[in-house]
């Protein structure tokens, strides 16, 4: 029975590395980049047609938009991998101090 704050601590102390490893994989994820890329090179070949066209003006207005969602989303992403981070490192901690506490 007395192995078992040492088993309790070395869990948490597991699920803080993978917490902060997941953390790591958001933050450093690009999966919307390559979106936010695509569509800035579309926006530039509409605003072209813009000038041109009386009818493009709402759709560049709605790219416009999309643009600044997609940014947002990835400062939320980032955000989010960063809190992760933190739990991961307080459950380091405390593990760490679960088991030599005992």
């Known amino acids: 029975m007395e192995s078992m704050p040492k088993i309790m601590a070395g869990i948490i102390f ?3 590395v993978i917490t902060v490893i997941l ?3 958001i ?3 690009k999966e919307y980049h390559e979106t936010l890329r695509v569509l800035s090179t579309h926006s530039t070949k509409l605003s072209g047609r813009a000038i041109t ?3 493009m003006g709402p759709v560049l207005d709605g790219m416009s938009r999309l643009m600044d969602a997609i940014r947002r989303l990835i400062a939320t ?3 989010v991998g960063a809190f992760l981070c933190l739990i991961g490192v307080g459950m380091f901690v405390l593990g760490y101090w679960m088991f030599v506490s005992r």
Do not use: D, R, S, T
Request: glycine share 34%; charged share 15%.
């Open 53 to 55: 066209e009386e009818g």
């Open 27 to 29: 933050i450093m994820a």
């Open 23 to 25: 953390g790591l994989v």
């Open 77 to 79: 992403a980032v955000g």
């Open 14 to 16: 597991g699920l803080g």
